[in-house]
């Protein structure tokens, strides 16, 4: 065993080891492999599973004012390449759920406008989510579980952007 991981076996207050490392990051994969389909399993209004690509983009845009964001911005946000949330967003707008409107000030930028059958369809999804949220989230954590939760999801999400 290196000294380093000596050293965090023997107590806390050392730093951790490229296993603690590596066993925490993992963790937080096997969670979110977890309980992501708990989430999204049967929330549609019709009692379906929702992928998660198209869930990420409606929510996003229901809770955004004016229910519009430009698709490149989207495509970052739900980390899915350019060509890949256009396929996402051309199901989307077959579906009726959102449509393209382009900039009036920028030709370059095409925003996903949210559309009233995409708003009813995530609200009735979004309630569900909620419900199951407060099952597999905030039961196990706690409320001040969930709080930290967001500010260490914040401040990976922060010190990794551009």
């Not at 992501?36 to 690509?53: N, V």
């Not at 759920?97 to 995409?118: F, W």
């Amino acid at each position: 065993m290196s000294t380093r991981q000596t050293d965090t076996a023997a107590g806390a207050g050392t730093a951790p080891s490229d296993d603690d490392l590596i066993t925490a990051w993992g963790l937080v994969h096997e969670a979110m492999n977890t309980v992501q389909p708990r989430l999204l399993g049967g929330i549609t209004p019709d009692g379906k599973d929702m992928a998660g690509p198209w869930f990420e983009v409606l929510i996003r845009l229901q809770r955004t004012p004016g229910h519009r964001l430009p698709m490149s911005c989207l495509a970052r946000e739900v980390s899915l390449s350019t060509g890949g949330f256009t396929k996402l967003a051309d199901r989307l707008e077959r579906e009726g759920y959102l449509e393209r409107e382009n900039c009036s000030s920028d030709r370059r930028v095409v925003y996903a406008v949210l559309t009233d059958k995409g708003l009813d369809f995530i609200g009735k999804a979004r309630g569900k989510h909620v419900e199951r949220l407060r099952e597999y989230v905030l039961a196990p954590l706690g409320d001040e579980g969930v709080r930290r939760l967001a500010d260490i999801a914040r401040t990976l999400r922060d010190h990794s952007c551009c």
